[in-house]
């Protein structure tokens, strides 16, 4: 087999590669055009903009080739934008695509759910015919993210329908979540970060002759009605704050109430992992282990948020690219890194955009780029532009998403309640913002008080003029998928999430929401998952101490008819 990988040049395809390796296959790289020639198998994996992709393919020379090659006949595998750019449009772009599948790709509609699609949900097969599945499971989830999708419409298009091989449900929409016909096999979703279940569908279009991806059948025309519920997951992300210690090691450290100051001895540290970075050998071991901890005991993703010194060249000392890089070896979830992710300048004088560092972590391994304190300022000049809200298309959120997609960015905000002394007399303006505590809350500090809150930057010890809300409102604007909810006043409490933050913020925009802060039992994540239509919790120094187990979590949620992947 002359298996070919073939990387645009944008998103993450290590992960795949990293796949493919631990499954022992080998493979290489589409390096030119006369590479289709040698490949008798291939895979085009990546996430990011339609636009973009077809743009790097066609300034690469590599977009007719790659339309030669798959009318060719030889086996084609394509993931998330390697099976949108078989269609002739998209909604979110000029360019057409390679025009093999006759139909658009459009956004989904957010009048009922938020977009991106972000997730692990299920595939529903056209047909069950036995070993005509591709490796399909119909009881296994598998990791979507993306905003745009092909649409099942066999009335419209029954061409392109011909095609699709499963379908998914995500609101009250159907689309086409994988295609199969001659010798042409996608997926929408992401295998190599959807677990076993991925691997196990890798393993088997690799492991048949390659013969036999050479000519499914067309798909019969089928009409399908959403059900009353989609079966989306609700996801559970175990986060690891990780900075070095006195010996210059990596630790995964987790103070109370923001303060994440700790002191390791040599003896404390990991050795099982170590790597040279800026001619110094620090160890990983903690961080590294950790994640495949974590990822064993079944969490959806994995967080790794950088507070080491490094985060100020992150380019140039390069100690979390290693951890992400030896991560990602292992760990076949989604992995997010956040700190660092802003324009920089090393100490040599060298410029860094945001762009090029969120590449660098992508390239290492990462799905998505965590960015805080800079989202508040980009939101503060998004609103003192002339005229407001006018985008000016430089802020780390708006080059990082134009690159790789929204789904790439995640913002993480850090607010601070504002107590109000006389909530029926305040007539300020966050008037409409206030949130009024239960005269029976469980919380005593919070009984019939009233307040709003507060945006901060630099990990809460710096307050702006500026709402929740407000900023919430912006970074949508400015293009981030996916907003990470922290809470100043419940972080390391053990008192269970903000609901009325959550709430707050997931009223006031439509792309997904994180709930952070506060978990101190497994109760917890049932509470804000029944009390808020938040799409995810994640929590840290639980899992980290294993107070409580992400075992534990699933269970409960899924006593509380809550679905979730096992």
Known sequence: MGLYLLDYGAGNVQSLANSLTSLGYNFKWIKDTADFAEATSLIFPGVGAFETAIGHLQSRGLFEPLRAYILSGKPYFGICIGMQVLFE??????????GIIPCPVERFDDADKAVPHMGWNAAELI???????EGVNASSYYYFVHSYC??????????????????????????????????????????????????????????????????????PLITRTPAPKHKLTKRIVACMDVRANDQGDLVVTKGDQYDVRERSSPSSTATATTVETAGAVRNLGKPVALASRYYAEGADELCLLNITSFRHSPLQDQPMLAVVRAAAQSIFVPLTIGGGIKDTVDP???????????????????????????????????RAASPPYTRDGTSAIETIAAAYGNQAVVVSIDPRRVYVDDPAAYDGPYKSELVFGAADSAVEAERGRAWWYQCTVSGG????????????????????????????????????????????IKKNVKIPVVASSGAGTAQHFVDVFKGTDVEAALAAGIFHREEVGIAEVKSLLKAANINVRE
């Open 89 to 98: 449009s998209s909604t979110e772009a000029t360019s057409r695509g390679l």
């Open 127 to 133: 047909t069950t015919t036995a070993n005509d599945t």
């Open 150 to 219: 092909a649409k099942y419409k066999p009335e419209v298009y029954p061409d392109a329908m011909h095609w699709v091989h499963s379908t998914t449900q995500y609101g009250q929409e159907l689309f086409v979540s994988s295609v199969r016909k001659g010798n042409v096999f996608a997926t929408q979703f992401h295998p190599e970060k959807s677990g076993k279940a991925g691997l196990a569908l890798l393993d088997e279009w690799l492991r048949k002759p390659e013969s036999a991806h050479t000519h499914a059948p067309a798909a």
């Open 348 to 382: 040599d004088g060298t410029q860094r955009s945001a762009l090029e560092v969120a590449g660098a972590y992508f390239r290492a391994g990462a799905d998505k780029v965590s960015i805080g304190s800079e989202a508040v300022y980009a939101v503060e000049r998004l």
């Open 461 to 504: 010890r710096e307050a702006r003029e500026m709402s929740v809300v407000e900023l919430a409102r912006g970074v949508e604007m400015l293009g981030a998928g996916e907003i990470l909810v922290n809470s100043i006043d419940r972080d390391g409490t053990g008192l269970g999430f903000d609901l009325a933050l959550v709430s707050l």
